[in-house]
C-alpha cells in the first residue's frame, strides 16, 4: 500500500479541505466521525492511502491543516466533518500573511515551517511505503503561495525521492481578492518548476466560467468553486484509491506525464459536466465523456487545447466500463476534434478504468493534460506582473520584508523561460525538420 500525506495550506486550501475529504468520505462510506457504515468491503480495500486506522474503530486523515492565521482552521474545526481530523493536524500561526508571498516566505511563514515539517516527519514514520506528499493551496495568497514553495523545498531535501504533487489554485481577476495576486503568483510558479514533481493547475477563470456558462449558476460562490476542485482531485486519485481494470499511482503518473523533469504543469477537466436542470435528461455515455474531455469548455485551467500541443494526455474513467469501447473512443477522440499530438512521444495518451462511480452517478472521468496550451495560463499571469512591476507598484510590501527588485526580475525570468521551453517543443511537433 502506497501512503500519502497531504497538507492544505492557507484560506484557499482550507476552505477546499472540507469539499475534499467530505467527498472521500462519501467514497469511501465514513461517517462524519471517519467510521465504516457499509456492508461492502470493497472501498476499506486501499482506504490507507488516506486514511490511518485509530484504535477507536475509525479512520483519520492523513493530513495537515496549516494556516498563518487561526481562522480557516477555526471554520474547518466547526464545520459537519470537524471531528474527522485529529487536532494534532491543525498548525495556526499568530498573524496573517497579508496576501504578501515574502512573508509566507521569509518572516512569519518560516516560523511555522518546523512544526509542519515536525508533524509531517511524525505522519511519514508512521507509514509502511510512503510515495510521496499532496500540497493543497491557493498560489495567490500570502500562505499558499509563500510558505507553499518554502515547504515543497523543505520536502525536496528532508524526503528525496519522494514525490511532490500540488493541486495549485491560480488567481484570475474573475475570482480576485487583492491586487497583488500575480506577484505572489509568478514568484511560486518560479520556485515550483524545481521543487514540484506533478502540478494539477486549477484556474480560478475556469472554474468561475464553468459554474456561469455550464452549470449555468447565476452568482457562483467559493463553495461551487471548491466543489469543482474537490470532484478533480476524487478524480485524479481514484485510480489509486479504488481497484480496477488499469491502475496507477503517483510514480507511474509521473513516469507516464513527465517527458521532462521542468514541464510537469498538468491541466485537469472533468466530466460529465451539465447545468442540474439538465441532468434528467441526458444519459451519460463513453462517447459523451471523451467528447467532453476534450473540449476546452471543461478543462479547469483558462486556455484553449487547439492552440496547442499535446506531450502527454491520460484519461481515468469510472464505472464498469468495457476496456475495448474506451480504448476505441479514445483513439479516434484527438483525430475528431482536431487536436495536435507530438510525434516523437508515441502512445502518448493513457486511460485508467477504475471500477467504482462516484456516488449518484453511473460513470464518469477525469482528464489530465501536460499540453503547451498552459502557456496561454503563464502568460496571462506574467503580463499582469509585467504592468504593475514596470510600474513599481507595491513594491514596498515585498522589499520591506527583506526582497529586493532583481528577485521579482530574476523570477519573472524564470517563468519567461518555462513558457520559451514548452514553444521549443510545439515547434518541433510543427516543424519536425528544423
Request: with cysteine; aromatic share 10%.
Amino acid at each position: 500500500m502506497r501512503e500519502i500525506v497531504v497538507f492544505h495550506l492557507g484560506h484557499c486550501g482550507n476552505r477546499a479541505a472540507e469539499s475534499f475529504w467530505r467527498y472521500l468520505c462519501e467514497e469511501h462510506c465514513l461517517n462524519a466521525r471517519g467510521q465504516f457504515e457499509d456492508r461492502h468491503f470493497l472501498p476499506l480495500q486501499r482506504i490507507n492511502v488516506y486514511f490511518d486506522e485509530a484504535p477507536c474503530c475509525n479512520f483519520v486523515p492523513r493530513a495537515i491543516f496549516a494556516d498563518l492565521e487561526p481562522s480557516a482552521l477555526n471554520y474547518l474545526r466547526s464545520s459537519s466533518h470537524g471531528r474527522l481530523f485529529s487536532p494534532d493536524s491543525f498548525i495556526a500561526g499568530q498573524t496573517s500573511a497579508g496576501n504578501n508571498w515574502a512573508r509566507g516566505y521569509h518572516t512569519e511563514g518560516a516560523e511555522l515551517l518546523d512544526r509542519i515539517v515536525e508533524s509531517a516527519r511524525r505522519m511519514a514514520e508512521g507509514c509502511d511505503c510512503l510515495q510521496g506528499f499532496q500540497l493543497v493551496h491557493s498560489i495567490g495568497g500570502g500562505t499558499g503561495s509563500g510558505l507553499g514553495t518554502l515547504l515543497l523545498e523543505n520536502l525536496k531535501d528532508i524526503f528525496p525521492g519522494r514525490i511532490n504533487n500540488t493541486f495549485s489554485v491560480i488567481p484570475s481577476p474573475k475570482v480576485s481578492e487583492v491586487v497583488v495576486e500575480p506577484y505572489n503568483a509568478v514568484f511560486a510558479l518560479s520556485s515550483m518548476v524545481q521543487s514540484s514533481d506533478e502540478t494539477f493547475c486549477l484556474d480560478n477563470e475556469a472554474l468561475y466560467d464553468i459554474c456561469v456558462d455550464t452549470l449555468r449558476l447565476p452568482g457562483p460562490s467559493l463553495d461551487d468553486l471548491n466543489h469543482l476542485v474537490a470532484s478533480a482531485m476524487a478524480g485524479v486519485t481514484s485510480s489509486f484509491r479504488f481497484p480496477g481494470q488499469l491502475n496507477a499511482d503517483l510514480r507511474k503518473l509521473l513516469t507516464n506525464m513527465v517527458p521532462y523533469r521542468r514541464l510537469h504543469f498538468f491541466v485537469p477537466g472533468i466530466a460529465p459536466l451539465c447545468a442540474r436542470a439538465s441532468e434528467c435528461y441526458r444519459q451519460p455515455t463513453v462517447r459523451e465523456l471523451v467528447y467532453q474531455l476534450f473540449s476546452g469548455s471543461n478543462l479547469l485551467a483558462a486556455c484553449d487545447p487547439a492552440q496547442g500541443t499535446f506531450l502527454t494526455a491520460a484519461a481515468i474513467f469510472r464505472g464498469r466500463l468495457s476496456t475495448r469501447l474506451v480504448e476505441e473512443q479514445m483513439a479516434g477522440a484527438l483525430a475528431k476534434q482536431g487536436l495536435a499530438c507530438c510525434d516523437f512521444i508515441p502512445n502518448n495518451v493513457k486511460s485508467a478504468i477504475c471500477d467504482v462511480p462516484p456516488r449518484g452517478l453511473k460513470m464518469a472521468a477525469t482528464f489530465i493534460a501536460n499540453t503547451t496550451a498552459i502557456t496561454q495560463l503563464f502568460r496571462r499571469i506574467t503580463g499582469q506582473f509585467g504592468a504593475m512591476f514596470r510600474q513599481r507598484a507595491f513594491l514596498h510590501w515585498y522589499t520591506g520584508e527583506g526582497m529586493d527588485e532583481d528577485e521579482f526580475t530574476m523570477m519573472e525570468q524564470k517563468l519567461v523561460d518555462l513558457i520559451d521551453e514548452y514553444g521549443q517543443y510545439e515547434q518541433e511537433h510543427k516543424h519536425p525538420d528544423k
